[in-house]
């Protein structure tokens, strides 16, 4: 059949199934490696925006993707971005996938950077065409720099430093 994937609310499925890391660790691997393979650079982006990722209609089949079709759109750059540093971060503690965080270090960086791209008087706008600053989205966007800054507080890489430091001050 025909699903909607909604990277926020993946997002918060894989945080669940990092509770049973033992079981589903290798599962949340494969929905990062999506989710990093779908991300937006700022001339696919609506908004002009790198880092961020739209909602897709996927096509399965036998349990297999058959088809995907970005929707062109998401609810918002802030907290879809949040959501995923704090599975990145969950996924760390769980399993110490160092390497995973060092090889993708580069796309968390653009994630980072949609997550703060409407940064504007300390609160972050849903996205740049729908200008609300809402308070649920900045709980998280706090969550996921947080989340972030402890990542690369205890994953040491040449970026990392500028990394942590960008997070901390979000």
């Known amino acids: 059949?025909?699903?909607?994937?909604?990277?926020?609310?993946?997002?918060?499925?894989?945080?669940?199934?990092?509770?049973?890391?033992?079981?589903?660790?290798?599962?949340?691997?494969?929905?990062?490696?999506?989710?990093?393979?779908?991300?937006?650079?700022a001339s696919s982006d609506y908004n002009g925006v790198d880092g961020t990722i739209y909602d897709y209609e996927i096509t399965l089949a036998d349990g297999k993707i058959t088809?995907?079709?970005?929707?062109?759109?998401?609810?918002?750059?802030?907290?879809?971005?949040?959501?995923f540093l704090m599975v990145l971060n969950?996924?760390?503690?769980?399993?110490?996938?160092?390497?995973?965080?060092l090889n993708n270090v580069d796309n968390i960086q653009r994630v980072i950077n949609a997550m703060l791209s409407t940064?504007?008087?300390?609160?972050?706008?849903?996205?740049?065409?729908y200008e609300i600053k809402y308070l649920m989205d900045n709980c998280e966007v706090y969550a996921g720099a947080k989340a972030c800054g402890e990542l690369f507080?205890?994953?040491?890489c040449d970026k990392s430093k500028a990394i942590e430091t960008q997070c901390a001050e979000a």
Not at 90 to 101: E, F, L, P
Not at 153 to 156: E, P
């Open 119 to 129: 940064l504007h008087n300390g609160l972050t706008m849903a996205k740049p065409d």
């Open 90 to 101: 969950k996924y760390y503690d769980k399993t110490g996938d160092s390497a995973y965080i």
């Open 67 to 83: 088809a995907e079709k970005s929707l062109g759109s998401y609810d918002s750059t802030d907290s879809y971005a949040a959501t």
């Open 153 to 156: 507080t205890k994953v040491s």
């Open 1 to 41: 059949g025909t699903v909607k994937m909604n990277p926020y609310f993946a997002d918060f499925a894989a945080l669940a199934l990092l509770d049973r890391a033992d079981s589903y660790a290798e599962n949340v691997k494969k929905y990062m490696d999506w989710h990093f393979a779908h991300l937006n650079t």
